[in-house]
DNA sequence: CTTGCCTATGCAACGAGTTGCATAGCAGGA
DNA sequence: TCCTGCTATGCAACTCGTTGCATAGGCAAG
């Protein structure tokens, strides 16, 4: 399980509370881990519980109270142990490729809208990572240790998008290729 | 939930047993969905109860019996309507970027092992999928609408898988640079 | 002949993740 | 004024996915 370790290298990296977790995990985590606020709200509450984090109660004016997290001593001590522990290589799960290979049974031209769907998500989502390091990342600056390991998983996920726009080009062209001709009509 | 979708479709393309399509979970199919056979032999029986697929029993020689499991007309409806509903494009979790995160607070040189191994396990997958890829979608053949359709979800893992490789030895050169300066030593 | 591995299916328990809903104050636009 | 949306936290119920274990015959190596 990583979400409570990327909860504490979240709140290691800045402190902050459930909502602005879940906010982040929409934003600069999202590349490489994702949660919804309900599971961080959790996991924040275990985490608390076993003493990894410590709470603060943050009064605001114009909004709700707010709980900010920060990390403990003992926190920090899970993290180092799980670094030093092998994970499994992560393995793939994308429903569009089920659809792709299933529209061998069904209708091919039909995929065709969703693939653009996809592909306009994925170059979103692309433009975002592109400015994200322009803006956190600009070529000429030293970055420290931790920035450098930032940068290198922001490139992974821009890495990861072009991939996907590269491949689901790929499939558009595969897909319109087939278009018209309707195989295996039962 | 694609993995009934995915069952339908390893079945729509050869019929077989709760063992079988668990190997294929393993090989052909792992590059876009994976399933374990707990996973595989629960959704088969749910499956079975509501009509989308038939069993048939199959003795062997030298081996348990099989059931062996084939779609039934239910299930091709249910895969085309499937088909035709958006899917939400996939969010990535990769706990090994976690970690390269992570080490900013802990030991970024005891990364490099585990990243090697991970470089190697994606090495190896590469290695099979073009093997695969040669075996079965010879250059000069004509290929039939559903062999197109296997080929470019198999022309995503290869690229997933070059992408990933290429990214591990960026993080590798990056581990590399900052190997020996432990930053943030608390 | 015993140990380990492969085929083949399955139960039970647990942990991870999703979905729907609830509350509650404040801000801004129609 | 009402409706929508944002901040902020949370409960309850459910499904998905993993892990450990069990059974049981056959095969091959040591």
Do not use: C, N
Not at 39 to 60: K, N, P, S, T
Not at 63 to 91: F, I, T
């Amino acid at each position: 399980m990583a979400l409570e370790h990327a909860i504490l290298v979240s709140l290691l990296e800045q402190p902050g509370s459930g909502y602005e977790l879940a906010r982040r995990f929409d934003r600069s985590i999202g590349y490489f881990w994702t949660a919804t606020h309900q599971q961080i709200y959790r996991v924040l509450r275990r985490m608390e519980r076993d003493g990894w984090v410590e709470v603060r109660d943050v009064a605001q004016d114009g909004r709700p109270d707010k709980k900010v997290y920060s990390v403990a001593p003992p926190g920090r001590g899970a993290l180092s142990d799980w670094l030093a522990e092998p994970v499994e290589p992560e393995s793939v799960r994308h429903s569009l490729a089920v659809k792709v290979r299933g529209a061998a049974f069904g209708d091919p031209a039909g995929l065709i809208a969703e693939t653009e769907r996809h592909r306009a998500v994925h170059a979103e989502r692309l433009a975002r990572y592109l400015a994200g390091e322009q803006r956190d990342f600009p070529e000429s600056a030293e970055l420290d240790a931790g920035a450098q390991l930032q940068h290198v998983v922001l490139r992974g996920g821009i890495a990861y998008e072009r991939m996907t726009l590269d491949w689901l080009d790929d499939v558009l062209a595969t897909l319109r290729r087939l278009g018209g001709a309707h195989p295996d009509p039962h």
